[in-house]
């Protein structure tokens, strides 16, 4: 049985490196079933090896080799040995050579961003893509994806793996696609983007507050979608959105792992260099906005974020630009969740009745299964000065949440308010 600290290498390894093999393997094997299958079984292999033999110099390549060497067996008891093999060999080789970042081509250099687009074929439903991506991508397990949507793990598993059939049937490639069907594809693969990295931000359950490496991965992925789509304001929305939205992730928690509101965060924690680097790309977008191309939810929640990331501290946050752009927002992209963000901006700019207001307007049952409405509902009261409601709201919304520190946040504003309640 592994060590602790053996454990938490492969833990970690599996982490940073898991959505790479697997496209790699993808993009070898031309099967993403089998692909993630070699993957498997060349994290058990760690398991078994690396408690007994140490760690390897290199982990990310001695998860690699010995996932090839077992698709190597796989094809040599298949019955086309020969050209498979051949295919293999050439794939081998190909994954074993850097890209050229400087050529102009059109063509994806990168097997997880690869991986992204074939999880967002246009044969596979909406919340089959994004559950394939959490998969595949994002390294999620089953049952944490069935916790996100909300279904029984044995309805995601059949979900996840249809969509690895369906792609099969189709027979789609992971060197696709090129030109228009990219375009076509694009808002599909910013959206799961912004989910792995949605996931990482807030985890929708276990004991962390947030996932790191999926943060890290989602900002990655939109850079590579800046590179690959420079006229595109959206796609520097997204990238910027997920920078200044990132910068603040060292601040999200204290020393001991509690949650931390942003406006009590230290703002000396917040990473510049990513807001440098958001800002950037938002003035990217900007530029290129300003010649008549439409943006969209991306570029306005960026402009949104630049808000927080430009205020040195929560008292000169600009609350009311911050209302406007929510209204733009709104507009552009309605939604509950939105308007449960709109509330909170216009709780802060125009007073908690008015936040009440837009949340109040809201369907009944809006968000029923999110923690997200009463937690803000609670905070809007409690500002207002009702702190009896508020405590029963908060204590209602750490009832739905499955993240533990998510939890432990709302029980403690719960008995704060209901402190001051008397």
């Not at 997880?112 to 439903?125: D, G, I, N, S």
């Not at 999620?140 to 792609?167: C, W, Y």
Request: hydrophobic fraction near 45%; proline fraction near 5%; charge should be negative.
């Amino acid at each position: 049985m592994a060590d602790a600290t053996t454990a938490d290498t492969i833990t970690a390894t599996w982490r940073e490196e898991s959505a790479r093999l697997v496209g790699a393997l993808v993009r070898m094997t031309r099967d993403v079933e089998l692909a993630e299958d070699l993957a498997q079984d060349a994290l058990v292999a760690a398991l078994e090896r690396w408690p007994a033999d140490g760690v390897p110099e290199n982990p990310a390549a001695w998860l690699m080799t010995t996932a090839k060497r077992r698709a190597i067996d796989t094809f040599r008891r298949a019955e086309n040995l020969r050209r498979k093999t051949q295919e293999l060999g050439h794939a081998a080789e190909e994954v074993s050579t850097m890209p050229d970042l400087d050529a102009q081509v059109d063509h994806i250099e990168d097997d997880v961003l690869r991986l992204v687009f074939l999880c967002c074929h246009p044969a596979l439903t909406p919340e089959s893509r994004a559950a394939l991506t959490l998969r595949l991508v994002g390294g999620l397990t089953t049952t944490e994806i069935a916790r996100g949507f909300l279904v029984p793990d044995a309805t995601m598993g059949q979900r996840i793996s249809r969509a690895k059939r369906t792609l099969s049937t189709v027979g789609a490639e992971l060197e696709l696609p090129t030109g228009a069907e990219r375009i076509q594809r694009l808002d599909d693969v910013m959206a799961v983007v912004y989910l792995i990295f949605t996931e990482g931000y807030v985890a929708t359950a276990g004991d962390d507050w947030a996932r790191p490496d999926l943060v890290a991965e989602a900002i990655r992925l939109a850079r590579l979608l800046a590179d690959i789509a420079p006229d595109e304001p959206e796609v520097h929305g997204l990238q910027a959105l997920l920078e200044l939205q990132g910068s603040r992730l060292a601040a999200r928690t204290d020393a001991d792992g509690n949650a931390v509101l942003l406006d009590d965060q230290d703002r000396a924690l917040w990473d510049e260099l990513l807001i440098r680097r958001g800002l950037a790309a938002l003035g990217r977008a900007e530029a290129i906005a300003a010649r008549g191309v439409p943006v969209g939810r991306y570029f306005l929640q960026a402009a949104i974020a630049a808000e927080h990331a430009r205020s040195a501290t929560a008292e000169d946050t600009d609350w009311p630009r911050i209302a406007l752009l929510y209204d733009v927002l709104a507009d552009a992209a309605p939604g509950p969740v939105v308007e449960v963000n709109r509330a909170v901006a216009h709780g802060r700019a125009h007073g908690p009745d008015a936040g009440l207001a837009v949340l109040d307007a809201l369907p009944a049952d809006a968000l029923a299964e999110s923690p997200l409405l009463p937690s803000v509902r609670g905070d809007l009261l409690a500002r207002a000065g009702r702190q009896a409601e508020a405590a029963e709201e908060f204590a209602a919304a750490a009832r739905r949440t499955r993240n533990n520190g998510e939890r432990s946040l709302l029980e403690r504003r719960a008995a704060e308010s209901r402190a001051a309640a008397g």
